[in-house]
């Protein structure tokens, strides 16, 4: 069964670096997102991608975050100087359609530790 | 702004017995889907069963089910002859548009 793949599992990084974390969607989907779940709390929305543009972002999605389909495979998430608050599990999803109806399906989260 | 609502934080069952997991939702939207994902202890996000808003028939898979409450804006899962490995953390997620809005989750233990 397709799969959306992330890596690293697990990233740490002393604060203010730079960390780019990296997603695989699966082959035939054409929508990708990022969400965020800092230890303890709820799944926050990041951002959405679609034909090499965000289509949506949030709040939390500041100047610090960027997002980029470098090629025909990869999607990633790049923080440029990471805080301590950034601390977080980051899961990478993709979708084969816009709508509501169509399924996310997530990796299995890549565990950010800024130190 | 659509919000997700999970008050109870943890559940427990036992084995081979059945559990239900609330949910209630806000929104004002009509057109919208509504799923609860499964997050065992490997962190992965794992869709359990989702729901139409316009379709007035619960979702079923196989021995999950919803209670699907338009009206009343409630979405609860149950969860029959529960097995060992349904225990997990459960959100409750709602998308109408592109992003999904999770509820803060429920830890389920399952009692052998």
């Known amino acids: 069964e397709p799969e959306v793949t992330q890596t690293p599992s697990h990233q740490v990084t002393q604060m203010g670096q730079e960390v780019i974390l990296r997603c695989v969607p699966i082959?035939?989907?054409?929508?990708f997102y990022w969400y965020r779940q800092i230890l303890g709390q709820k799944v926050e929305f990041l951002v959405s991608?679609?034909?090499?543009?965000?289509?949506?972002k949030s709040e939390i999605f500041d100047d610090q975050f960027s997002v980029e389909r470098p090629d025909g495979s990869n999607f990633t998430l790049k923080i440029r100087s990471t805080k301590l608050e950034d601390s977080a599990m980051y899961f990478c999803?993709?979708?084969?359609?816009?709508?509501?109806?169509?399924?996310?399906?997530f990796g299995a989260g890549t565990r950010l530790s800024v130190l | 702004a659509q919000t997700v609502t999970q008050s109870q934080p943890e559940m427990s069952v036992q084995e081979a017995e059945t559990v239900t997991l609330s949910c209630t939702y806000d929104?004002?939207?009509?057109?919208?889907?509504l799923f609860w994902y499964k997050q065992p202890p490997s962190r992965q996000m794992i869709l359990v069963i989702r729901?139409?808003?316009?379709?007035?028939q619960n979702a079923t898979e196989n021995r999950f089910s919803v209670n699907f409450q338009k009206a009343a804006k409630s979405f609860s899962l149950k969860i029959s002859d529960s097995q060992l490995g349904d225990a997990a953390m459960y959100f409750c997620?709602?998308?109408?548009?592109?992003?999904?809005?999770f509820g803060k989750g429920i830890t389920l233990s399952v009692r052998p």
């Open positions: 999803a993709s979708s084969d359609g816009a709508g509501a109806k169509n399924i996310q399906y």
């Open positions: 082959s035939n989907h054409l929508y």
């Open positions: 991608f679609y034909n090499n543009e965000i289509s949506e």
């Open positions: 929104t004002s939207e009509s057109d919208y889907y």
């Open positions: 729901q139409e808003a316009y379709k007035q």
């Open positions: 997620a709602y998308r109408s548009a592109s992003k999904l809005t």
